[in-house]
Structures are given as structure tokens and as C-alpha cells.
């Protein structure tokens, strides 16, 4: 039996280990259930169903406006986040509705930027005291975070102004690239200065949605792509890889980050057009592939099984894998349907 670090380790260099690594998402409402259906509460998902352990670093690279809550009732909460941004969010698990954004502009921007600068205090250090021992006696796979990109920004600027100004600002929107990045990349640097050094580095840009892509490939390459390279260029001076988690149909973008040399790619969002197989047959010994399990069937155990025997043997051929949904485990997924999902990865996902 290896260790999750040593599992991820091997599917990174693209080697066969005893089986590929088994992670997922699931929503609260998810877990909620599952503990009315017999998992134990003080026990997590992780460990009851035999998952690897994934832990993550990182610190506050935002301007720290104050946040507070604004309106409560039954159904919903309404809060100001220190971002700047007014969000809605009903109490079970939903997608947040975005009711008003502070940076509104390049002058608004540049009042955040001003309260943007990397200090020790942005950083957790009593979490990282208290857990780090544990993470690497247990063999976890560590990740430093990073919050920077298209995705980033568009939770802090509205997504339509954001779009416009790609257009008609791009150094505006360079510049919000930039500036979040080299914060980022400043407080992971004092995580590992201190000692606390990671195996990846992780970091979520979801640049597509159903069908396509939000911008062009020379959109891409001429404000975000630069960016995305310098991530990729710290973890690599450090000998660790890069993870990108994309949200979207990013198929056009897949050269492109190959290029500029990312080790590793969520979600492969089936359903939004993803073929994670075509992905595995032209970059499958560069790119470590993450996902590709399309979530909508997880409630469907013939379909689901039907599709994961479909994909998964393909997609460990030689290392570079890791199993999980293709977004998240939503609240249709009862605790059975979960166990089986599982089970079924780990017997596909054997390399004995």
C-alpha cells in the first residue's frame, strides 16, 4: 500500500503505482446526507471511504476590506466579502449570486492594489504548525494555492465589465493578472522559506463553459497566458509540478499550457465538451490528467459504471491519472452510489 504523496508522486512522472489516486469534492448537502445514511459523524468522507489525502496552503493575497453580513433569513444570507464583493447565498449548497462589485474600474482597482502587499500576517501560521507535522508523518500530498487569472478576477470584478475591458482595457486586465499572481507567489515563497514546502502548486481558472471557451486563443496568449507561465516557472525552479483546475470546455487551450509547460489538468469537464481520452492519446505522457468522470451520471450506477470501464483503463495507461468526478459530488449521490463509484475506481484503477 503507497501513501497518497507516493501515489501522486508516480502519476506526476507519469509512472504506474499500486493504483491511481482517488480524490473528490463532494457538496455539504452531499456529506449532510451521506451522515443520515449512516456515516458516522465523527469520522470524514475521506477516511470512510478510503480516499487519498490531499492538504492545501496558501495565504489572503486580497485587499482585506471589511466583510460582514448584511442580511439573514431562513433561506438565504447576504454578505460583503473582503473583496469588496456583495454576494447571495442560499443556506443549502448553490452557486453564490453576485449583487454588486467595489472594483469597478481602473480606479477602483488601484484602491485595492494599494491594500494588496504580501505580509506574514496574510498567512495562517497556526494552522500550518498545528497540521503540517501530521500531513507529512501520514503521507499526504501538500499544495501551495495560489488565486490569480480570468476566474479569480471575475469574482471581484463583474464578469461583464471584466470581458469588455480584455477588449478594450488589456492593460488594465494585465495588470489585475499580475499584481494578483506576484502576491500569491510572494506569500508562498514565506510558507516555504519557514520550512513548510509543498509538492504543487494548485491554482483554479475556469476559462470555459459549455461548448467553448470565454476568450480567444489570442486573447489568451496576450494577457493570461504570460502569467499562467510564470506560475508554472516558480514551481519548476522549485522541482515541484503545476495543477490547473479549468472549469469549461478549455479544448483549445490545451496546447497552449502544454507549452508553457503545466504537469497537470482539472476537471475535464465531460459534459461541457471535454475528451479527456483525445487529451490522453496527444499529451498523455506530459500532462497528468484529473477527472474526466462526468458528474451528471453519478447518481446513474449502470451508466456510471458503463462510462468509468469506457475511460479509465485508457486514461492510467502508464501513470499520469488521478480519478475523480468532473466537477463535484452533488446531493444525488447517496452514500451506496458513492461506495460502489469508489470500489469500482480502485478496482479499475489497479495497476497489479
Not at 139 to 148: E, P, R
Not at 299 to 312: L, S
Not at 338 to 352: H, M, Q, T, W
Request: with cysteine; net charge negative; hydrophobic share 40%.
Amino acid at each position: 500500500m503507497m501513501t497518497s504523496h507516493e501515489r501522486f508522486s508516480r502519476m506526476f512522472a507519469h509512472k504506474e503505482a499500486d493504483r491511481i489516486p482517488i480524490i473528490d469534492g463532494p457538496w455539504a448537502d452531499t456529506v449532510a446526507r451521506w451522515h443520515r445514511e449512516g456515516m458516522p459523524e465523527d469520522v470524514s468522507y475521506v477516511d470512510y471511504f478510503g480516499l487519498d489525502k490531499v492538504a492545501g496552503m496558501g495565504g489572503d493575497n486580497g485587499p482585506r476590506w471589511e466583510g460582514k453580513r448584511l442580511e439573514e433569513t431562513d433561506t438565504y444570507v447576504v454578505d460583503l466579502t473582503s473583496w469588496g464583493v456583495t454576494l447571495k447565498n442560499l443556506k443549502t449548497t448553490s452557486v453564490p449570486e453576485y449583487l454588486d462589485f467595489r472594483i469597478k474600474d481602473p480606479d477602483t482597482w488601484r484602491e485595492a492594489r494599494e491594500r494588496m502587499s504580501p505580509s506574514r500576517d496574510r498567512i495562517n501560521w497556526d494552522h500550518l504548525k498545528q497540521y503540517y507535522p501530521t500531513w507529512r508523518k501520514e503521507g499526504y500530498w501538500t499544495q501551495g494555492h495560489l488565486w490569480f487569472g480570468f476566474d479569480a478576477t471575475h469574482s471581484f470584478v463583474d464578469m461583464e465589465v471584466l470581458l469588455e475591458a480584455m477588449v478594450e482595457q488589456p492593460e488594465w486586465v494585465k495588470e489585475m493578472y499580475d499584481h494578483c499572481l506576484d502576491v500569491s507567489l510572494a506569500l508562498l515563497d514565506m510558507i516555504w522559506d519557514e520550512g513548510y514546502t509543498f509538492d504543487s502548486i494548485f491554482w483554479c481558472d475556469d476559462m470555459g463553459y459549455r461548448g467553448t471557451q470565454f476568450f480567444s486563443v489570442r486573447t489568451y496568449r496576450e494577457l493570461l497566458k504570460p502569467a499562467q507561465k510564470r506560475a508554472i516557472e516558480w514551481a519548476h525552479a522549485r522541482g515541484i509540478p503545476a495543477h490547473l483546475h479549468s472549469c469549461g470546455n478549455i479544448m483549445r487551450f490545451v496546447p497552449e499550457l502544454v507549452e508553457i509547460g503545466l504537469d497537470g489538468l482539472n476537471p475535464l469537464e465531460v459534459k461541457a465538451g471535454m475528451d479527456s481520452l483525445a487529451i490522453k492519446r496527444e499529451f498523455g505522457d506530459r500532462l497528468l490528467l484529473h477527472g474526466g468522470i462526468n458528474a451528471v451520471l453519478w447518481d446513474k450506477p449502470a451508466e456510471i459504471e458503463a462510462e468509468m470501464r469506457r475511460v479509465v483503463p485508457a486514461l492510467k495507461q502508464n501513470g499520469g491519472y488521478i480519478f475523480s468526478s468532473d466537477h463535484s459530488v452533488p446531493s444525488s449521490v447517496s452514500l451506496e452510489d458513492f461506495r460502489r463509484i469508489v470500489n469500482l475506481a480502485k478496482e479499475l484503477g489497479s495497476y497489479a
